[in-house]
């Protein structure tokens, strides 16, 4: 049994919410550079898009990688090696987020408290988003090319739907 929730099915939307945070980290990345390289910006507008990219780093980021580890990982491992592979792949790259992310956090924490420091900081953000993107390229496409299509695959509608739920009650548990 399919529910619906607008023009997608759960079972749809599990991967289809995955993907939409792989899009979300892509921009939060690109929005960091453009904060580093960018020519004159105000005051405002700087504390405006550090406090942005650091809320998405220290919030919604954790938000995903614990859907992958608690709601995906479980539910594959086992079923395929090449799948295990990639599993126990994205499981490591979880762990190292950490020391990448801690740099553009403590970055963008600064240039919330002294926005006029951006071109002083830029070198340093500059650094960090070049380890997040170093960080994230390999890791992404993992996803999407091996462990995504598996929840397709491997799973069945009611697993997959099981998922968007447990997605959706992170989101609605970390809002309160």
């Known amino acids: 049994m399919q529910t619906h929730t607008g023009t997608r099915s759960l079972a749809e939307e599990a991967v289809a919410v995955l993907l939409e945070c792989h899009g979300r980290l892509r921009s939060f990345i690109e929005l960091a550079d453009r904060l580093a390289v960018a020519g004159a910006m105000g005051a405002e507008e700087v504390a405006r898009a550090a406090a942005g990219i650091r809320q ?50 403590a970055v963008c924490s600064e240039l919330v408290a002294s926005p006029g420091r951006r071109e002083e900081l830029a070198p340093a953000l500059i650094a960090a988003v070049a380890t997040l993107r170093e960080h994230f390229s390999h890791h992404l496409v993992l996803e999407e090319e091996v462990i995504f299509p598996a929840l397709r695959t491997l799973l069945g509608d009611g697993a997959r739907a099981d998922i968007a739920r447990e997605l959706r009650a992170r989101r609605d548990h970390s809002s309160r």
């Open 56 to 105: 998405y780093f220290a919030e919604a980021l954790p938000l995903h990688a614990q859907d992958e580890e608690e709601s995906v990982l479980p539910r594959l491992a086992g079923r395929d090696r090449q799948v295990d592979a990639a599993l126990v792949t994205m499981h490591r790259d979880h762990a190292g987020h950490a020391l990448a992310v801690s740099h553009v956090l």
